[in-house]
């Protein structure tokens, strides 16, 4: 018998979650998770990932979104796959504990990828000068669109990570050109805009399949509907309908957060710019939905 007790080198704290080794063996492995309300987690496909994963609620309700709708699980409720054949996203309805068994061993490979995706997002907030928010609310309000706009269980778990990561490309912006308080030269905007594609460039970098996807989205959320955006100048139904989703709602944060050279805007004035960009620098049927959701909120 093993008795186990809480080893720090195994324990990874991070914003909206906690991770625990409590067991490994013969390539096993059984890891104690703790979500915070509104947090989220997720199984996923992969090529060459034949494992068993299973997972028992231990207490607090989670709601499991996936192709066949939303379930909420409770305590001793439990759900399994081998291999895991689609996305099946988690969101903690409380603060939640889970345990998750793995067939085949990932904690370290997980839990260091997952800090370092956290890490490379706070850099660029505290780079950008926001606050330390921005990125989950960027997140969040995207998953709220697209859920109101019908989007499946896979779409919505590939948008939770180009909403987190959307603006990732900004870490190889220079400091004096991103914090610049006065109107920037041509040449420097020109380098401003390329953070698109060097954020689709370090997703893709990762090698993983879910990233690489999400920087395709990350690499069009500065594209307008009228086609006047960048770096491609797409436009209409030619710009992904994730990546006009976190247009809209970047724009909203933006201007409703005060920044270090000007005072953010109140929501309602917001709203109206919204409004009056319909149709021109934002996806109707988008504003629609986020008019949708401000309605019953």
Not at 1 to 14: A, D, E, F, R, S
Not at 40 to 47: C, F, G, Q, S
Not at 164 to 193: M, W
Request: hydrophobic fraction near 40%; glycine fraction near 8%.
């Amino acid at each position: 018998m093993n008795i186990v007790k809480k080893n720090p080198l195994n324990k990874l704290l991070m914003k909206n979650m906690e991770l625990s080794l409590l067991a490994s063996g013969d390539g096993t492995e059984v890891i104690l998770h703790k979500l915070y309300a509104g947090a989220r987690w997720a199984m996923a496909p992969a090529d060459d990932w034949t494992a068993l994963e299973h997972l028992t609620v231990m207490s607090g309700r989670l709601l499991m979104t996936s192709s066949a709708g939303e379930v909420v699980l409770g305590r001793g409720d439990s759900v399994n796959a081998c291999p895991v054949k689609e996305h099946m996203i988690f969101t903690a309805e409380t603060e939640v504990e889970f345990l998750y068994v793995t067939s085949q061993p990932q904690f370290h490979f997980y839990s260091n990828s997952v800090k370092d995706m956290m890490d490379l997002a706070i850099r660029v907030e505290e780079k950008d000068g926001y606050t330390s928010n921005h990125c989950d609310r960027i997140k969040e309000l995207s998953m709220k669109l697209g859920k109101v706009m019908g989007m499946d269980s896979d779409e919505l778990y590939i948008m939770n990570l180009a909403g987190f990561l959307h603006d990732v490309g900004k870490v190889k912006v220079p400091d004096e050109i991103l914090k610049k308080p006065g109107k920037l030269t041509n040449e420097e905007y020109d380098i401003i805009k390329m953070h698109t594609v060097w954020g689709r460039e370090i997703l893709t970098e990762t090698n993983n399949p879910d990233l690489i996807k999400a920087g395709e989205i990350v690499e069009q959320h500065h594209e307008r509907f009228d086609g006047k955006g960048y770096p491609h100048q797409l436009n209409g139904g030619g710009i992904r309908t994730e990546a006009a989703i976190i247009t809209v709602v970047d724009a909203f944060d933006a201007m409703t957060t005060d920044r270090v050279y000007r005072k953010g805007m109140t929501h309602d004035e917001a709203f109206e710019e919204l409004a009056r960009n319909k149709g021109t620098m934002f996806h109707p049927d988008v504003i629609d939905a986020f008019f949708s959701i401000l309605k019953e909120s």
